[in-house]
């Protein structure tokens, strides 16, 4: 198995996730927002931070983006648990049809 980290969207331009609390912006992240993963016999599957409602809702509104598989280095974690990233370098690709998790 190998340890990698999941990204849902384009990487935004000004290297910070923005943070929405419902339909509200909030600001932005310290960085970007990726969620842990694993890489199990070329399957992915996602660690999620916590189970919290804001957490669930975070996640279905990113699987109607495309998937990328990325590194960079850890700065801390955002509103709802998740990684964030600074120096994000995108590894892989996934294409819409790929995505299992």
Known sequence: ?????????????????????????EG?????????????????KLIMPSLTASACVSLSGCLKR?????????????KDGEPLLKNLKVIKPKDEKEKTL
């Open 1 to 25: 198995m190998e340890k990698v980290f999941i990204r849902f969207g384009e990487l935004p331009e000004n290297k910070k996730s923005k943070r929405f609390c419902g339909e509200v912006f």
């Open 66 to 78: 495309k998937m990328y598989i990325v590194k960079g280095k850890i700065i801390g974690k955002g």
């Open 28 to 44: 932005y992240e310290k960085g970007v927002s990726v969620y842990e993963g694993i890489i199990d016999k070329e399957e992915i």
